[in-house]
């Protein structure tokens, strides 16, 4: 920015010389041969934009592929949507959405995968970790989720009911209606947790339950494979 500084003055001074001569002229007129006032820049302009445009940049994951529609919600308002296989980036404060008849998969930057199965909702939050780095954040509205993590990294999904901490597993989580959630772990281990019980663990081939404003209920054994049938077709 300091060239575009230096070029405006010189313009600046350039114009008060070739104007020093000419004859007063009327409030906001401006003499025979003068320039115009200086455009000033904002600091605002000067010294943010190129750090909102670079942390605008930066994806947190691509949605690869769409069986119907997954429509996405913008922070700044604007409405996109991606059908069949494509490359569409995803950004903190985006909400994603699938309608009745729709599923779509996304890739996070770390290599995780991330299903959505129809008539799901959810935003993209990020959150700064104590230790330092960034803990992704999904906010489960409503609908069914699976991801397998593969990154070092955290990543929590909020249902209205609980919060589900994650690292390096495999999971399917599903939101009813009422905010009851259901948490189905096919690799590893998730922490279940809300303000009205303590951290609930959950292991491989083990499901819990957990209303609003209710304790998790105790894990049970599942069959993992029937629960998530439904990604067949949208993850390959």
Known sequence: ???WRDLIVAVCTLGLVLSSGASATAPGAFAAGASPPCPTLAPDARDERPVLLAQAATAVGTAENAVGTLIVKRADGRMEELRGRGALPLYPGDECRTERGSRAVIRLADGTLLAMNEQTRFAIRTREERGGGLARVFKL???EV????VGAGPIEVETPAATAAIKGTEFNLR???DGKSILTVLEGTVVFRNEWCSPC???RAGQSAVE???????????????VISWITGVVR
């Open 1 to 3: 920015m300091g060239k």
């Open 141 to 143: 509205a409503l609908g």
């Open 146 to 149: 699976w991801m397998r993590v």
């Open 175 to 177: 939101v009813l209606a």
């Open 201 to 203: 663990s959950v292991a």
């Open 212 to 226: 609003r404003g209710r304790p998790c209920d105790q894990p049970v054994a599942v069959d993992p494979a029937a």
